[in-house]
């Protein structure tokens, strides 16, 4: 049957040819892939890691703006059931795979992240280097040995970053010897001070002691709005000495830092009071150390669409989604206490059926935009003009200010 393949028209020599050119450039193809595997290796498994809100996605972003020429993928880890981090990093990453609902460091093993790293690190994919972003209640030690366990033949551990947020963290936090907080940071090949702008100089100068004290030679580095250099993730120095070993790793596997951590995922097709809604992110639900996602408020001449991070005392409220986003209003909070009185503050938010708000009621909003991106505000319309004092209750106390002023220092 050698006549089975033949092309109408084309002649035996030019059959043979073709054939041949088929051959050489599968041939070429396989030379190429071999030596990209003898100059680059596996493709670096790097695992970031930190507490909540403590800048993991900024640092990402950040990395992935710029490494202009290194393919970069990312496995996303949100823990709430919506994926605002997977979204967050959407569209910057070569590839990315993103696992929400649960924290990879406790998936049983169901080969999730396995067959992830096997996608992303398969030749074809032509990846540099992987990040794991872990969720913001994952043990890094257990974590690492996931990944660890999982790398597959086309990867390497590229080592453990681990991100301390300078706000939220005092030299107290760091002094206790057996607690998790060290523990971690033990695990990590490079430790990354973050929001070193929004703590003193002083601040800084004890944590960097204290961390000099507990983890002596230990890489460090301070970051500011996540602008860590790309170059020591992928091409991390490994000492012997200080590499996580598989003992390391095991040591802490009846430890769990995330189990009294609850998160709370909730959506609304319906409109945000942005008022109501000011006085949630402000203070409503306190348990909830940290709150994300995407908004949509109702005001004539004012932007719809909001993304939203509190961390601690911190909210930033910036106009706009990124693409993907489901409409109306996805949020995720995240605390140790959480519970479900949480549901009752978040729907005392919504618009009441035929309310309406209007430009007077974006007072308080405002405030959580940073002034840079402040849209201005819609003209209101003066139908029942107000008694004079009545403004009084929208004037914000000394404590609002003071956040105001933190909001302007962080830009
Ligand atoms: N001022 C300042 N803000 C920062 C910095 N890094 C992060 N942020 C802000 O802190 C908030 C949380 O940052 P993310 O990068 O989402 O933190 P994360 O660690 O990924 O959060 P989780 O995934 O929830 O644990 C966002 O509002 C960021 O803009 C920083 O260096 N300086």
Redesign the pocket.
Known sequence: MRGAGRVPGVRVDERRALRHLGRSVRARAAQAEEARGRLIGPVPVVVLA?S???????VVNHVLRNSADTRIGVIVN?FGDIDV?GLLVAGQADMLVSASGGCLCCATDDGMVADFLRRLTAPRAGIDAVLVEA??VADPVQLVQRVVDDLGRNARFGGLVV?LDAEHTSTDDLGDADGQLLRGLRAADLVVV?????VDEGHLARLRAHLRAALPGRPVTV????AVDPALLFDLRHDPDRQLTLGDVRAGENAHLHTPFRSVSWTSETALHPRRLARLLDDGVPEAF?V?GFLTIAVDGYPTRWTV?R?GRHV?LTPGVPAGARRGTELVL?GPELGGSAYDELSGVVLAPGEVAGPDDLWGLERLVPPHLRPPLPVAVDEDPAEPGDAADDEPNDEQDDEQDDEER?G
């Not at 909540?52 to 900024?58: E, I």
């Not at 970051?223 to 996540?226: E, I, M, Q, T």
């Open positions: 930190g909540l809100g403590a800048g993991k996605t900024t949100d981090d969720s913001g991100l973050t929001k070193a702008d929004r970051a500011r709005s996540g940290r994300k991070h961390v930033r995240i962080a």
